[in-house]
């Protein structure tokens, strides 16, 4: 069984920029969520997707956005990209939104806003 | 954003030793997760707790949901040193949608 998978694993940006960070669920998992770790701290949850629509969202503002495709895989983009947005993402999938709630995560991509 | 009380923050113990580290919360969740994280990868899930007062054991971990919901303790007995990293809880409410909030998590360093 396949794991969660994340890609790019790093990536350097500049302020102002647009990235797309990509994200591949555990198989048989249709939701899947999205988190921000800043350096020393928990993960901070972003959105999630549940069969390709957006379910639920934290404290973020719309230039955090996400898409999840029928394969359950997902994207997220993120605009205008600020110096604060440097941290770990990391992608979490889960066999259902409303069965087993249990998440599963990957191993993150960094991205660095200089 | 909102993150759970852990405690300690830090801890060194000696090899052999067992750990206890706690987590609390002012808001109730329908289940807590208990996950482990090295340096530069994702957390890696360790136990999950479903009911208020469950206590479930993975090997050497063992970790109990509270019964008021608001908190959970994960102990670690006969520590070795790949128990090194960064614990941290997580608290889930179901419904609707399933929002993972963290805690502040616990680093625990071994001493050989």
């Known amino acids: 069984e396949t794991g969660v998978t994340q890609s790019p694993t790093h990536l350097i940006k500049t302020r102002g920029q647009q990235v797309t960070l990509r994200c591949s669920s555990q198989?048989?998992?249709?939701?899947v969520s999205w988190y921000q770790q800043a350096l020393g701290q928990g993960p901070q949850f972003i959105f999630q997707?549940?069969?390709?629509?957006?379910?639920g969202r934290g404290n973020f503002p719309p230039r955090f956005s996400g898409l999840q495709f029928p394969n359950y895989s997902s994207e997220l983009n993120v605009n205008a990209l600020e110096l604060d947005d440097s941290a770990l993402y990391l992608c979490?999938?889960?066999?259902?939104?409303?069965?087993?709630?249990?998440?599963?995560f990957g191993p993150g991509t960094r991205l660095l806003v200089l | 954003g909102q993150q759970l009380n852990q405690s300690p923050q830090s801890m060194f113990i000696q090899e052999g030793e067992d750990v206890s580290m706690n987590c609390t919360s002012s808001?109730?969740?329908?289940?807590w997760l208990w996950y482990k994280q090295d340096p530069g990868e994702g957390p890696v899930l360790l136990i999950a707790l479903y009911k208020a007062g469950e206590l479930t054991s993975n090997g050497r971990l063992t970790a109990q949901f509270g019964i008021t919901r608001k908190d959970s303790f994960l102990n670690i007995s006969a520590s070795i040193p790949s128990d090194v990293g960064i614990y941290f809880c997580a608290g889930l409410k179901t419904g609707g949608y399933q929002k993972v909030t963290f805690g502040t998590g616990t680093k625990l360093q071994v001493i050989p």
């Open positions: 979490a999938s889960s066999p259902s939104a409303l069965a087993d709630p249990t998440q599963y």
């Open positions: 198989s048989g998992h249709n939701t």
């Open positions: 808001s109730i969740f329908n289940t």
């Open positions: 997707y549940y069969r390709e629509e957006e379910n």
